[in-house]
């Protein structure tokens, strides 16, 4: 079945990066766009950034100039890399293949300020 497990979250101070992984099996990774999303506190989840199968990518207003998102067909995994971390995107950070209901479990990521 399919199964998406992310990892790289934790805490860290403002201005500081982290680099989340998530990786995927029980798909044929490649020919799938991928996205990552996030859900803080009482909030709804957003679409943080996406990536589609061609490597085409777009991002929240938000992230924009800080996160990048890619990834690597060979590992069935897709990465965000976040710089310039701020206290607003504290949130759990979740993985998901783009136009379907699979999920992955998230990971904290914590800044502080």
């Known amino acids: 079945q399919v199964q998406l497990v992310e990892s790289g979250g934790g805490l860290v101070q403002a201005g500081g990066s982290l680099r989340l992984s998530c990786a995927a099996s029980?798909?044929?990774?490649?020919?799938?766009?991928m996205g990552w999303y996030r859900q803080a506190p009482g909030k709804q989840r957003e679409l943080v950034a996406a990536?589609?199968?061609?490597?085409?990518?777009n991002y929240g207003d938000s992230v924009k100039d800080r996160f990048t998102i890619s990834r690597d067909n060979g590992k069935n995994t897709v990465y965000l890399q976040m710089n310039s971390l701020k206290p607003e995107d504290t949130a759990v950070y979740y993985c998901?293949?783009?136009?379907?209901?699979?999920w992955g479990q998230g990971t904290q990521v914590t800044v502080s300020s």
């Open positions: 998901n293949i783009q136009g379907s209901g699979d």
């Open positions: 029980g798909i044929i990774f490649r020919i799938y766009g």
């Open positions: 990536i589609t199968s061609g490597g085409t990518t």
